[in-house]
């Protein structure tokens, strides 16, 4: 059996995930903690298996705690879990194990253990994570779907479509529709290869392969998987600028 460590500053939050853990039958809880100060005495103390891990945790950054983790030897694995989604890339290149979304969902937790369970034998062996050597590409943006976090090559996204609220990101072999909003994944993509060229519509620069000419002054975009992305009168001469035409 597993033995795992909880930190979590809202003690009705800590309750419920405890209880779906202790419902799992493959877990023990060996301590608990709703500060970091408190987290890093009781876990270097108790050396869990597997340490469930919020980000926010009253001012403190439990990215930081994951940070001083990794120093520990042994190495607890981490499962963030917090209600948060925009720290899954940072998460992650912290070499956690899984990153889960509150409110809690037992599937979800069931997934998760059962991920865990893959890494190693229960009871024969202890789960650790060796920090990697090797910087991890910041060239992705985790983005939310259904209940996955997903993460994205900048790379492979084409183009980005704002769609019923939600956005529309469109890979050379997926199409993925994510809970935020298109504006809210501009600002996590940040990267001069994306440009705005329609109020409902970023492209990916380096995928477009024709450019042709439409009514009153405007473009058509047609990109490398043959779809094609409209160029607004509003964002006509900054586009000629990035492309030089």
């Known amino acids: 059996m597993l033995k795992a460590f909880i930190v979590e500053d ?60 990794l120093m520990l030897n042994p190495t607890p694995a981490i499962v963030f879990a917090t209600a948060y989604d925009e720290y899954a890339l940072q998460a992650f290149e912290l070499n956690a194990i899984d990153y889960i979304l509150k409110p809690f969902d037992e599937d979800r937790i069931r997934q998760t253990l059962e991920k865990i369970i893959q890494i190693a034998k229960i009871g024969t062996q202890k789960i650790t994570i060796t920090p990697s050597l090797k910087k991890a590409s910041t060239d992705k943006i985790a983005v939310l779907v259904d209940e996955r976090i997903v993460l994205l090559e900048n790379d492979s996204i084409i183009y980005l479509e704002s769609f019923e609220g939600k956005c529309k990101i469109k890979t050379m072999t997926d199409e993925y529709l994510v809970n935020d909003s298109l504006v809210v994944i501009e600002k996590k993509l940040q990267h001069p290869q994306f440009m705005r060229v329609h109020r409902s519509f970023i492209v990916n620069l380096d995928h477009i392969v024709e450019i042709h000419p439409w009514f009153n002054s405007t473009y058509n975009l047609v990109l490398k998987d043959k779809s094609k992305v409209p160029v607004s009168r509003t964002y006509i001469k900054e586009f000629k600028m990035h492309v030089g035409f």
């Open 10 to 69: 809202e003690p009705l939050a800590r309750d419920e995930l405890k209880y779906l853990l202790m419902e799992s039958k493959q877990i023990e809880i060996v301590g608990e903690a709703g500060s970091l100060v408190d987290a890093v005495k009781y876990i270097s103390k108790q050396k869990p298996d597997l340490v469930f891990l919020d980000i926010d945790l009253d001012g403190d950054n439990g990215l930081d705690l994951a940070k001083q983790l």
